[in-house]
């Protein structure tokens, strides 16, 4: 049976904005905050480093109810046993994510249009990471399209649809209230002097 996701504060890792601090103890923080939904991102591990690293986010994750989901590599969150996956447009197709992680498994697609969006959706998708909303620090390549496409990617799918890229405390909710179930976000949690209490604060203005 698939899991129910709450998008709603989806934390996107990124050791770059810890600061030196230790990376387990601030992922804790967040949980302890609220996070509803981890992903896990490891660009230049090996895929040795990355289950090592995996294992220890899945038993904190687990220890918090919080669902795992896995940056792009398909074998890691096959042998994890992680809730799912999070592709780039670049990445391997749904067809070929599907048939590896099963039927229950959470996809999520990377879009940055209506067209993208709605293949995404016609493929299986089961959300949408939409982005960048703003300028952001934690990809040298990306376009930022803002609240504006936002909206119309939401009016154009049926399934959730969460924005990303360099959202803050003053943004989350002109997203939210763009159409997005929720915010993935990097910097905004990681990079606070206070993590456990900039989460709680987002969580706050849920209510």
């Not at 998008?7 to 770059?16: G, Q």
């Not at 923080?29 to 660009?43: C, D, H, S, Y």
């Not at 999520?108 to 959706?121: P, Y």
């Not at 930022?144 to 989350?172: C, D, H, N, S």
Request: aromatic fraction near 4%; glycine fraction near 10%.
């Amino acid at each position: 049976m698939k899991p129910v996701i709450d998008y709603s504060l989806y934390l996107v890792t990124d050791r770059h904005y810890l600061k030196g601090r230790d990376f387990y103890t601030c992922l804790e923080n967040a949980l302890k905050g609220g996070i509803t939904l981890v992903q896990l991102r490891e660009k230049t591990a090996d895929e040795a480093e990355f289950l090592a690293i995996g294992h220890k986010v899945l038993a904190l994750c687990n220890k918090y109810r919080v669902p795992l989901l896995i940056n792009d590599n398909l074998p890691v969150a096959k042998k994890l046993g992680a809730a799912g996956v999070h592709l780039g447009q670049d990445d391997l197709n749904m067809a070929e994510a599907r048939a590896l992680l099963g039927p229950d498994a959470i996809i999520g697609i990377s879009a940055h249009n209506v067209e993208e969006a709605l293949l995404a959706e016609q493929q299986g998708a089961d959300y949408l990471g939409v982005g960048a909303m703003y300028p952001t620090g934690s990809k040298d390549d990306v376009s930022v399209i803002g609240p504006e496409a936002l909206k119309k990617i939401v009016q154009a799918v049926k399934i959730p649809v969460v924005g990303i890229g360099g959202i803050t405390l003053k943004t989350y909710n002109d997203i939210r209230k763009a159409g997005a179930v929720g915010c993935a976000m990097i910097s905004c949690i990681l990079g606070a002097d206070d993590i456990k209490g900039t989460v709680q604060v987002l969580r706050d203005s849920l209510k």
